[in-house]
C-alpha cells in the first residue's frame, strides 16, 4: 500500500501548515503534493512557502499564488460582500508588498497540473479545475459536466482545492471520483479544523476503482489562538481572524 497525502489553501496559516505536517508524519505518507494558494489572509506567507520549499513539495500554481507571482490584478468576486473585497484587497497588496524575491520567483515556477498514475488509474491534481485556478468546482456539480470534464482532462480521480470545502463524490456508476481536499489554512467548514487528503493506494492492479483506492478527508486541530493573534497583531486586516473564529459566516 502507499499512502499519499495532499493539502491545498493554507494561505499563510503557518500555525495550521505545522499542525498539518505533524499529522501527515504520523498517518505516514510516502509522498506529500499541495495543490497551491500559499499566500494571503494570514501573515506567514514568506514562512509557509520556505516550509514548502524545505520539504520540497510538488506544488501547484493556485490562483492566489499565480496573482502574486506575476503582479495580476485584483479582481472583485460577486460573491464577496464590500468587507471582504477590502479585506481581500489589503491582504494581497501586504503579500505584494513583503513577500521575499525569492519567494516570488519560486512562485513563478509552479506547473497548473500534477499527473500520477498508478497501473491503469489516472490521478489530476488541480486547484481549481483542470483548465482554470480560479472556477470553483462544488460538491454539487452537475454529473454530467463533471464526468465529460474528467473524460477530457484523462482523469479517473480528479483531487482539487480551492472552494475551502472537502467532500469525496463517486460518480459515473463508480468510474470516477472527485475529491476536494478542503483547505489546510482558511477553511469554510462549520468546523473551521484544518483539513487534508489522506489517499491509500490499496492495488494499483484492481479491476475497480473503488478497491483501487481509500480516500479520507482528515480533519486536524491547530493552535487557533495563535494564528487569530498573528493575525490582529498584523496588517492582515482581522477579517480574517472574525471568519477563523466564527464569528463571520
Known amino acids: ?74 479582481k472583485p468576486l460577486a460573491k464577496h460582500g464590500p468587507e471582504e473585497r ?6 494581497i497588496e501586504f503579500t505584494r508588498n513583503t513577500i521575499t524575491a525569492d519567494n516570488k520567483q519560486f512562485l513563478r515556477t509552479l506547473p497548473s497540473l500534477l499527473r500520477l498514475h498508478f497501473g491503469r488509474y489516472r490521478i489530476l491534481l488541480a486547484h481549481g479545475t483542470p483548465d482554470s485556478n480560479e472556477t470553483y468546482l462544488y460538491a454539487d456539480h452537475p454529473e454530467a459536466a463533471l464526468q465529460e470534464m474528467m473524460d477530457n482532462a484523462g482523469a479517473d480521480i480528479l483531487i482539487t482545492g480551492h ?13 470516477k471520483t472527485a475529491i476536494n481536499t478542503g483547505s489546510a489554512g482558511r477553511s469554510k467548514e462549520p468546523d473551521r479544523l484544518a483539513s487534508y487528503l489522506r489517499l491509500e493506494i490499496c492495488n494499483s ?18 493552535d487557533m489562538e495563535l494564528t487569530l493573534t498573528g493575525i490582529r497583531n498584523s496588517p492582515v ?13
Open 86 to 91: 477590502a479585506a481581500r484587497l489589503t491582504a
Open 163 to 175: 472552494t475551502h470545502l472537502s467532500y469525496v463524490r463517486t460518480i459515473s456508476n463508480g468510474l
Open 1 to 74: 500500500m502507499m499512502k499519499i497525502a495532499v493539502i491545498s489553501d493554507v494561505h499563510g496559516n503557518l500555525p495550521a501548515l505545522e499542525a498539518v505536517l505533524e499529522d501527515i508524519s504520523r498517518y505516514g505518507a510516502d509522498q506529500l503534493y499541495c495543490l497551491g494558494d500559499l499566500t494571503d489572509a494570514a501573515p506567514w506567507h514568506n514562512e509557509v512557502i520556505a516550509r514548502v520549499r524545505s520539504l520540497r513539495i510538488p506544488t501547484i500554481m493556485g490562483n492566489h499564488d499565480e496573482r502574486i507571482a506575476f503582479d495580476l490584478p485584483v
Open 237 to 249: 486586516p482581522d477579517f480574517y481572524a472574525d471568519f477563523l473564529s466564527g464569528v463571520l459566516t
Open 205 to 222: 492492479n484492481a479491476p475497480t476503482l473503488a478497491e483501487m483506492f481509500r480516500a479520507t478527508i482528515q480533519k486536524v486541530e491547530y
